[in-house]
């Protein structure tokens, strides 16, 4: 099972900042945060990751909790083409499978 | 750099059928990892190859299988198609340098119909 809680949906207004919301309260000392996201019935797009430090990379920021129980993924300007589902995803290091739960449906509304 | 391939993109395939699906990973990466797209559960992992061994399996029947090549390139097969086996299936590959946490970068999928 996932580790991870989302809400189901969220909408944004084009332009503005789109912040995701994932807890993760059972995550352990080595797990890293990641995130994905799917366009409609295409394979999905890694976003970032991280492990204790806020990161930040050409298409988003992520933002953990100094007790690391939860995270916020932030779009700073959100287009229609962000319009997806996201998945945040709790992982242990090395290559051991993504687990994905069901993620958020963001809406970017013109 | 290209991206993850996969071929085909389509099937269609009958019930009692076997099928086979391709996936080139990225230049360099080491690791593929199949997946299992549904409406009904969502994406579920099927197994991990690295240098031409199962690393990790999920929890499916033995219908399914895969292999990995000495190029990294994967096939999985799926024997005796059932309805419900219709799914788009992903493949991801990742470097599998052996320290920290490894990135997978997905391909875009093959969407199987089964009759």
């Known amino acids: 099972d996932a580790k991870t809680t989302q809400p189901t949906s969220m909408d944004c207004a084009e332009g503005r900042a789109a912040n995701l919301p994932c807890n993760h309260s059972?995550?352990?000392?080595?797990?890293?945060v990641y995130w994905y996201r799917q366009i409609h019935s295409q394979g999905p797009q890694y976003i970032i990751h991280g492990l204790k430090n806020n990161e930040t990379n050409e298409m988003a920021s992520l933002i953990i909790t100094e007790d690391r129980k939860s995270s916020t993924l932030i779009l700073p300007h959100a287009t229609l083409r962000d319009t997806a589902v996201y998945y945040c995803?709790?992982?242990?290091?090395?290559?051991?499978?993504?687990?994905f739960g069901k993620g958020t449906r963001l809406s970017v509304i013109a | 750099k290209a991206g993850v391939t996969q071929t085909p993109r389509y099937l269609i395939k009958t019930r009692g059928q076997q099928v086979t699906l391709s996936c080139s990973p990225i230049s360099g990466h080491r690791s593929v990892s199949w997946y299992q797209q549904t409406p009904g559960q969502g994406l579920q992992f099927l197994f991990e190859?690295?240098?031409?061994?199962?690393?990790n399996k999920g929890n499916f029947p033995g219908r399914f299988s895969g292999r990995q090549f000495s190029n990294s390139r994967s096939e999985m097969n799926v024997s005796t198609l059932e309805l419900g086996d219709s799914a788009l299936y992903l493949c991801?590959?990742?470097?599998?340098?052996?320290?920290?946490?490894?990135?997978?970068?997905f391909g875009p999928g093959t969407r199987l119909t089964v009759l």
């Open positions: 991801a590959s990742s470097l599998a340098q052996g320290a920290g946490t490894d990135t997978q970068y």
């Open positions: 995803i709790v992982r242990t290091s090395g290559n051991t499978p993504l687990v």
């Open positions: 059972t995550i352990s000392g080595n797990e890293y």
């Open positions: 190859y690295f240098s031409e061994t199962q690393r």
